[in-house]
Nanobody
Framework: QVQLVESGGGLVQAGGSLRLSCAGSGSSFSVYAMGWFRQAPGKERLFVAA????????RYADSNKGRFTISRDNAMNTVYLQMNNLKPEDTAVYYCAASGLSVLTTSTDGYRYWGQGTQVTVSS
C-alpha cells in the first residue's frame, strides 16, 4: 500500500511556472514507477508524464514535451513535476499515481495508487 499526497498547485499567469510535489508513504516507494495525470472539468483524466523507479527513464505527453519535467528523489519519497511556460489549457486537477508495472505506461489502468489531486489554474 502506498499513500500519495500532492502539493504545489495554485493560480499562475500564462507563461509562468509551478512545481508540483507528490510525497509518498507506505511500502517501498522507490520500487514504483510514478506518473502524473491531469483532469479538466468534464474531461477524461489524461497522461502528463511518467518516470521509472530509478529516475533514468521518463516519458511525456506530446503536449508537454519541452515544458514539463518529471523527476524523483527516492531518499525523500517524492516525485516532482516542474511545469514551465504554462498555458491556460494546462488548467486541471493534477494527480500523481504509482504503477506496479515494469514499463512506463500512459494509461490510467496501469496505475494502482492515486493521490487526491492538486488544482492548477493558469490565467490568460
Amino acid at each position: 500500500q502506498v499513500q500519495l499526497v500532492e502539493s504545489g498547485g495554485g493560480l499562475v499567469q500564462a507563461g509562468g511556472s509551478l512545481r508540483l510535489s507528490c510525497a509518498g508513504s507506505g511500502s517501498s516507494f522507490s520500487v514504483y514507477a510514478m506518473g502524473w495525470f491531469r483532469q479538466a472539468p468534464g474531461k477524461e483524466r489524461l497522461f502528463v508524464a511518467a518516470i521509472n523507479w530509478s529516475g533514468r527513464t521518463t516519458r511525456y505527453a506530446d503536449s508537454n514535451k519541452g515544458r514539463f519535467t518529471i523527476s524523483r528523489d527516492n531518499a525523500m519519497n517524492t516525485v516532482y513535476l516542474q511545469m514551465n511556460n504554462l498555458k491556460p489549457e494546462d488548467t486541471a486537477v493534477y494527480y500523481c499515481a504509482a504503477s506496479g508495472l515494469s514499463v512506463l505506461t500512459t494509461s490510467t489502468d496501469g496505475y494502482r495508487y492515486w493521490g487526491q489531486g492538486t488544482q492548477v489554474t493558469v490565467s490568460s
